[in-house]
């Protein structure tokens, strides 16, 4: 058994992570769809997103798979928020398993880069490149950046070598997309990202999800996994 303070938190940590989908998905097609227990998308989401994400561990795989259109070409993803669904009959298999990570509302800290916003459409595709490792597709639109999402970029000699994005839903900020690379590591990455969130929320705790190498580092900046998650692949 959890306790009701991490139950609360995984409770903020999904719903926080459906907004961010639903915020992604928006510029690229209709809006999905929140009931009390989970976000849909009828029509198929960007790459790396998923489909459907639930919000509390009461959600029906019936209503779930309903709000979906899981036959549809390249296949449809499902983000069990709590780990406790079975969809391997309905025509699904695991494509990764994951933990949630809290970490306290974190105070500014060195990080060796010169980090900022991203303010500009310009600056957004060069993050994206960056964050990609190749160039930028378009995947995070121009309206994205705004009071409750921040893309944060870490530079060293003028190029972004860094960076997350942020939003904030309610009591807690969201944190995904990190990376690092070139002249920056994972630890200085994180460093500026918790730096940079304090800056533009402070005193707001920090929910995210990992998992290998990148849940490794993330409990190794203070971080700490409050629960399992899973992400399934429609393949049949």
């Known amino acids: 058994m ?41 029509h198929p989401t960007p790459p790396l997103y998923p489909d459907a994400v639930t919000l509390t561990p009461d959600a029906s795989a019936a209503a779930l798979l309903a709000g979906i259109d899981a036959g549809s070409p390249g296949g449809r993803s ?15 298999e695991v494509l990764f398993e994951a933990q949630w990570i809290h970490h306290p509302a974190p105070k500014a800290a060195p990080s060796g880069l010169e980090w900022s916003e991203v303010s500009t459409a310009g600056e957004l595709a060069e993050w994206e490149a960056a964050w990609d490792g190749e160039e930028s597709t378009g995947l995070f639109h121009p309206a994205l950046p705004g009071s409750d999402i921040v893309f944060l970029a870490g530079r060293a000699g003028g190029r972004i070598v860094a960076g997350a994005a942020a939003n904030r839903t309610g009591p807690v900020v969201g944190v995904s997309n990190l990376f690092a690379h070139d002249d920056a590591d994972v630890d200085a990455a994180w460093a500026g990202v918790l730096s940079g969130i304090a800056a533009r929320w402070p005193g707001l705790p920090i929910v995210g999800y990992e998992h290998g190498d990148d849940l490794d ?19 049949a």
Do not use: M, Q, Y
């Not at 499902?78 to 699904?92: E, H, I, Y």
């Not at 580092?217 to 393949?235: C, E, K, M, S, Y």
């Open 2 to 42: 959890i306790d009701n303070d991490t139950r609360e938190l995984l409770l903020a940590a999904a719903r926080n992570n459906a907004e961010w989908c639903d915020a992604v998905c928006r510029g690229h097609g209709p809006r999905g769809e929140f009931t009390p227990d989970a976000w849909t998308s009828a």
């Open 217 to 235: 580092a993330a409990l190794r900046n203070g971080f700490t996994a409050i629960g399992p998650l899973r992400v399934w692949l429609h393949t």
């Open 78 to 92: 499902v983000k069990d928020s709590f780990a406790v669904l079975d969809l391997a009959g309905d025509g699904f």
